[in-house]
């Protein structure tokens, strides 16, 4: 693939790291689900940004099977509805694979603009699957789950895309 102009190139993803940073987004949404926001509507899904973030860079090894078990951690950890993160997760995952390459060519910031439906779908699939069983709406505090996870990316972006980074080499005889 040609890269845009300006962009470094990267080193490979080390699938140990892929699946370290997976694992600490979990422990991190159970931590904020132990916290005082407890089961607050617009605190923001950790591991459906990671995940949607590893879906889009790494779509070959970050794939719909991790999201749908990924989101059976997360039903079993919240007591939710068994399947509704892994359906929402998974929906998440098959658009980020859908349109990975032509995000690629956008600047961080854009990209955030462009993950923000995707980060809208999910949170609307888990809402729909909740008010299916009788559950009442949570009001205009939960979309801002969606916004404040958009806000998040280009952080995300910068810490899960830091060990890929090339030193600057000033090499002059080597083309890349």
Known sequence: MIMPRGQQLLLPAN???????????????MIENMSILGNAAWRPDFLALVLLFWAIHQ???????????????ADVHEVSLLGQHALAYTVLAFFATLIHRRLLWFSVPSQALQVLPLLIASHAISMVLRMSLGTSLVGWPMLFAPFLEAMLWPLVS???????????????????
């Open 15 to 29: 699938p140990f790291f892929i699946a370290l940073s997976l694992l600490l987004a979990l422990v991190l949404n």
């Open 59 to 73: 779509p070959q090894k970050i794939s719909i099977g991790w999201a749908f078990v990924l989101g059976l951690a």
């Open 158 to 176: 910068v810490i899960l895309l830091a060990p890929q980074r090339r030193a600057p080499d000033p090499d002059e005889n080597r083309p890349l």
